[in-house]
């Protein structure tokens, strides 16, 4: 296949590499020309092990290549991946600046042309982006008409860094986020030697999916660490104590108490934790995940509450009641 990657920093050099390894036919955009002439001279642009290497080898065998140009690559593809930065404003709002400005530049090069294209966002976004901000700049750029020709996805992207190019081969799934069956298709051609199962949702669910699994990573790290401290104030080995927990794939680490609803009760989380927040306040470990736990709760209690009161029916029945 014949992909354009545009934004050639960590997500996009190591996606280009893949790709081009995999056989595809691979050109990089990027604004700045000092990673273009880098790409070219099969030099990595970042730190990343083994992604040198496999740069120098998919450029001498003619896999890949850069440039600035958009009309070049847009030219030479069939396909573009957007991988540019999404970074925060000062509010902590996600800025699509830059894929604006790259997908108005692609739809520029595209409403000059009839050929059918397929713009697939890989840059974290907030959902509504795409409809938002990717469609319109699109059509901003392609000038007057429909074009139907032109598809859209979300192709979220899992790696970390300093283990980039193991992740992209085999991510927890290959998710892609699209309206319509061929492009589906198409981007599972496009990853068809990736080992991962191929998921394919709304295009508003692909670009939540990625925000969410970002925030329960988040959620694990401060979690492990406050269990680590409150084990530390309790002379408890906390690194046994989590690889034990890690051994549960039933309860700990499993799909368990992960659907969005009601708020938890029952004779022992509320009284658990209570007691768990109890010997943090008594040891002076500061704990605020494990503090928060009560007070969202609560708030959860309210909220539905609030919504049954919203509704200004007399009569109203309970499902589910009892736990066990
Ligand atoms: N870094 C990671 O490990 C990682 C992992 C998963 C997802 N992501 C997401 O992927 C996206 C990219 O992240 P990154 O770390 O690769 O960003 P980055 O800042 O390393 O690279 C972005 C690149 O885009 C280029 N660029 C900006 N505007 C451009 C334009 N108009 N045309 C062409 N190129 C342009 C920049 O020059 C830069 O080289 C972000 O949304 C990020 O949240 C990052």
Redesign the pocket.
Known sequence: MRVSV?????????TAARLAEAGHKVVG????DQ?VAMINSGVS??VEPGLEELLGRVKAAGHLRAT?S?EEAVAASDVALI?????SQANGR?SAE??A??CR?IGNVLGATRKPYTVVV????MPGTTAEVVMPALRAGIGNGERPDVKVAVN??????GT?LRDFQSPPFTLVGCEDKATSWQLRELYEKVDAQFVQTSVRTAEML?YASNAFHALKVCFANEIGDLCEATRVDAREVMRVFCLDHKLNLSDAYLKPGFAFGGSCLPKDIRALNQVARAADVDTPVLSTLLPANVARIRAAAATVLATHKRRVGVVGLAFK
């Open positions: 545009f934004g050639l920093g960590y997500v996009g050099c190591v955009v990027d604004l700045n990673k642009p970042i600035s958009c991988c540019v930065g999404t970074p996600m830059a894929l400005r790259v530049g890989r840059s974290t976004v979220p992207e899992f790696m970390r860094e980039a990625k």
